[in-house]
Nanobody, 115 residues
Framework: QVQLVESGGDLVQPGGSLTLSCAAS????????MRWYRQAPGKEREFVAS???????NYADFVKGRFTISRDNALNTLYLQMDSLKPEDTAVYYC?????????WGQGTQVTVSS
């Protein structure tokens, strides 16, 4: 059974940093393309970053240069290092994996950027 569990969300001041984690189980983590999404209040869920099992990364324009996606295949964990946070980064952050055309999501972790 595929399971994704996000953690690390918090209240942080503008300009601050956070690292989110996504613990994965129920599938061979190292073989899969992983993604982070976010959803702000009243808005649709949007793509943030992705990481292929080859190591290739892709980022949404609004986080380029500020966020870094990484993975630890030994720990079956996906990370999102977020620096220079802005109030508009406030959202629930989700990790995602697609297996056999089925999308799996975690429960999300809340990030609030406010002074």
């Amino acid at each position: 059974q595929v399971q994704l569990v996000e953690s690390g969300g918090d209240l942080v001041q503008p300009g601050g940093s956070l690292t989110l984690s996504c613990a994965a189980s129920g599938f061979t983590f190292r073989n899969y393309y992983m993604r982070w999404y976010r959803q702000a209040p009243g808005k649709e869920r949007e793509f943030v970053a992705s990481l292929w099992n080859s190591g290739h990364t892709n980022y949404a324009d609004f986080v380029k240069g500020r966020f870094t996606i990484s993975r630890d295949n030994a720990l079956n964990t996906l990370y999102l290092q977020m620096d220079s946070l802005k109030p508009e980064d406030t959202a629930v952050y989700y990790c995602n994996v697609a297996i056999a055309s089925v999308d799996y999501w975690g429960q999300g972790t809340q990030v609030t950027v406010s002074s």
